[in-house]
């Protein structure tokens, strides 16, 4: 069965980076792309951008253009999401997910919280 | 890229059918048959209940329907559960190559 499985929790001081893992599992990772996607607490979701796992190709949304990395490791099936410059309103739970050219996020990580604390 | 607009808040009584919106532009919702929905429960990852407008993913109950017209997308439950309370998001494909959520609904079953 397919499983995005993220890395843990983290506590990041202000001005630091984070970089979060999205291990896939139970279909081929270079056929879909990778979505990533944010929530602070007790608020929305917020897409933050897409990488497409085959091929590289890569958009992120521009409210975090040039603070936003996104990578893949086909070798190990994962994708990575780093955030550099973390301020306290980047403290939230991130998500990967899976998805095609549609805004079908079929199946989702189980989110890593990220404070942002000093 | 602005959030979608949906109403913070929609009500119902078991049984009964709720409908919520998703307004967005051209450029997002009206421009493409690319509209989804996702239900979120407190603490839980969302889940995808309808995609490409109006189908439903295998498993998702029938109780769900979702439509379009013009730059406005829009989400019905049919005969309300007290399981179906819970949070609901739009998201759309944008003609910037970018995806876009709805700022969020909660349903609250009275």
């Known amino acids: 069965q397919v499983q995005l499985v993220q890395s843990g929790a983290e506590v990041e001081k202000p001005g630091a980076s984070v970089k979060v893992s999205c291990k896939t599992s139970?279909?081929?990772?270079t056929t879909w792309n990778i979505h990533w996607a944010r929530q602070a607490p007790g608020q929305g979701l917020e897409w933050m951008g897409w990488i497409n796992a085959g091929s590289g190709h890569r958009k992120s949304s521009q409210n975090f253009q040039g603070r936003v990395t996104l990578t893949t490791d086909t070798s190990a099936s994962t994708a990575y999401m780093e955030v550099i410059s973390l301020t306290y309103e980047d403290t939230a739970v991130y998500y990967c997910?899976?998805?095609?050219?549609?805004?079908?996020?079929?199946?989702w990580g189980q989110g890593t919280l990220i404070t942002v604390s000093s | 890229q602005s959030a979608l607009t949906q109403p913070a808040s929609v009500s119902g009584s078991p049984g009964q059918s709720i409908t919520i919106s998703c307004t967005g532009t051209?450029?997002?919702?009206?421009?493409?048959?690319?509209v989804s929905w996702h239900q979120q429960f407190p603490g839980k990852a969302p889940k995808l209940i309808i995609y490409?407008?109006?189908s439903r993913p295998s498993g998702v109950s029938h109780r769900f329907s979702g439509s379009k017209s013009g730059n406005t997308a829009s989400l019905t439950i049919s005969g309300l559960q007290p399981e179906d309370e819970a949070d609901y998001y739009c998201t759309s494909y944008t003609s910037s190559v970018t995806y876009v959520f709805g700022t969020g609904t909660k349903v609250t079953v009275l």
């Open positions: 051209s450029s997002d919702v009206g421009g493409y048959n690319y």
């Open positions: 490409d407008v109006n």
């Open positions: 139970g279909y081929t990772f």
């Open positions: 997910m899976r998805g095609g050219l549609t805004a079908a996020f079929d199946y």
